[in-house]
């Protein structure tokens, strides 16, 4: 399988201002997994407990998501319970129950040591590491974290981070790893701790890219349909590594494309509650709302305006 994508699945508890929904599916690994399958095929590393549905996981295989590598524990699913106000740019915990993500098992089956796309979700650290060093020749490494573990395993991410190509995180967590409230300085010194490119989510406003010779940004989309942005970093990773890994071309060109693909995933897994929206969406929605994308990034040419201006 050429792209491979570890992470948490879980079962969450969300409240937002339309809404409170138990123990839905949920996790980094699904949500980014269930993004990734609109462009290609893809295999998940995680694992569940005894009372994850097994409605989901067939859900997952009728996606092209090859869930092998989930494995099923005795005791209960990774829980994560969280809310958010009307800024809902930002989540707020209420309780983490790591259960069977403590057996997290990271060791790749022959065939996935295989993988050249590899997006390592929100996960503990140590375990991403351990995944890494198992990949026998991989092309494009991407990984993302959270406060969780920013707090918890810093010197882990240290390490994380000079072992990837992009890492991803949203503007919150910049701002807490990189200590800085400035977000290109945050850009910059994840570049110097090692990670070839940087990017930068900040929910409905967009994403930021940076890398050694280039800046670039993704523009936001007037979402009026947003009920819960549970999953939308994890939905844009799983849209940015999934066309990557299905065009097979690391050109900086190509990586913007790939961050507009992103924006439109995380753009549609905001509209319901979880990963809902993703059940229902078409390759024809996809196209249509990455056309919009790219309107609303458009500006006329230079020449003409100077010319308007007389200067
Ligand atoms: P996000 O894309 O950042 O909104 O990710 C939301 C998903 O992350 C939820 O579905 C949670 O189950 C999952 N999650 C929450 N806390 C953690 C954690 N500490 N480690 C890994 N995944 C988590």
Redesign the pocket.
């Known amino acids: 399988m050429k792209l491979l994508i570890a992470?948490?699945s879980?079962l969450?508890t969300i409240e937002t201002p339309f809404g409170r929904k138990e123990n839905i599916l949920?996790?980094?690994g699904i949500?980014a997994s269930i993004s990734a399958s609109f462009f290609g095929p893809l295999s998940l590393l995680s694992i569940v407990g005894e009372d994850f549905p097994t409605t989901q996981v067939d859900f997952l295989e009728g996606r092209g998501i090859d869930t092998r590598g989930i494995k099923k524990a005795s005791g209960k699913t990774?829980h994560?319970e969280g809310s958010y106000e009307y800024d809902m740019n930002h989540?707020h915990?209420k309780k983490?129950d790591l259960n069977t993500l403590l057996n997290f098992d990271s060791r790749l089956s022959p065939e996935l040591k295989k993988a050249e796309y590899v997006f390592l979700a929100?996960?503990d650290p140590d375990l991403q590491l351990m995944v890494i060093e198992q990949l026998e020749a991989p092309k494009f490494i991407a990984a993302d974290t959270?406060n969780?573990?920013i707090e918890s395993k810093r010197s882990s991410l240290h390490k994380l981070i000079k072992k990837v190509d992009f890492m991803l995180l949203n503007e919150g967590e910049a701002r807490q790893f990189m200590e800085t409230p400035n977000l290109p300085l945050a850009g910059r010194r994840i570049l110097e701790l090692g990670a070839k490119g940087a990017i930068i989510k900040k929910g409905e406003h967009g994403a930021v890219v940076f890398t050694p010779d280039a800046f670039f940004s993704a523009a936001s989309y007037p979402q009026e349909e947003l009920k819960d942005?549970?999953?939308?970093?994890?939905s844009f990773a799983g849209g940015f590594i999934g066309y990557l890994a299905q065009s097979g071309d690391l050109s900086p060109g190509n990586i913007r494309t790939a961050v507009i693909f992103g924006s439109v995933m995380a753009s549609f897994n905001v509209e319901d509650f979880g990963p809902d929206r993703m059940r229902r969406l078409t390759h024809r929605e996809i196209k249509k709302r990455f056309d919009e994308f790219k309107r609303f990034s458009h500006f006329d040419e230079e020449e003409k305006c100077w010319k308007n201006l007389n200067w």
């Open positions: 992470g948490t879980g969450d949920g996790g980094s949500h990774f994560w989540a915990t983490t929100n996960l959270m969780f573990w942005p549970t999953g939308a970093g994890d």
